[in-house]
């Protein structure tokens, strides 16, 4: 349920010889990435992406650059959103000289660990979010797939007291029997709008052909 900087982080490339070399602007907790990056000489593009599952910390970084390209950026998912977000918390915090006793963790790495998290929580700081209104339409404006799966976990959080694709997906669903409208052709299993798995029909998108 927690994301954090969009739950990524920055990769900055460069086309050095021998072999491409890469930066990180901000520290991501346990991560190593195995360089395999090669340069691209017979196109302009440039293109890097990281290979690797959630919660796995060592990764491989792939792509093909222009030799001697300079800071292209380029973003990749956190292995560990909830633990990279403890980690910059507690790093802020020893920065500007505030005692902490222990070291970051998260719920989730604790019970692999065999400890139980505490119960207890003291709230120190709360942000509060913008509009629900302000929030979709960002989300059309910069077409973010992260937002739009975030949206349709909050949907089933409403209606079912749990944030899941499933549930979310079962509002949508119930939403166009609301409107009567036929559901032949619509199939959904998640809420991006670049997925292959998810489709609907031209009179699914008109209202005014559904009635």
Known sequence: GLSFRENCYDIKVNGTYPLPGYTLDQEVPGLKLWN???????????????????????????GQVRPGIRGFTAQSAL???????????YRLLKKNGIEVRDSSTTARKLRRSGMKPKKERTDFNATYSPSLDRIVWFTNAVSQNFYTENLLRTLSLFEHGYGSTPGGVSVVRDYLKQWDIDARGFYMVDGSGVSRFDGATPEQLDRKSTR
Not at 83 to 88: E, K
Request: aromatic share 16%; net charge neutral.
């Open 36 to 62: 395999r990056l090669g340069f691209n000489r017979s196109e302009l593009k440039d293109y890097v992406f990281v290979t690797g599952g959630p919660y796995m910390n060592e990764r491989e970084l792939k």
């Open 79 to 89: 292995p560990d959103p909830a633990w990279y977000c403890a980690h910059s918390l």
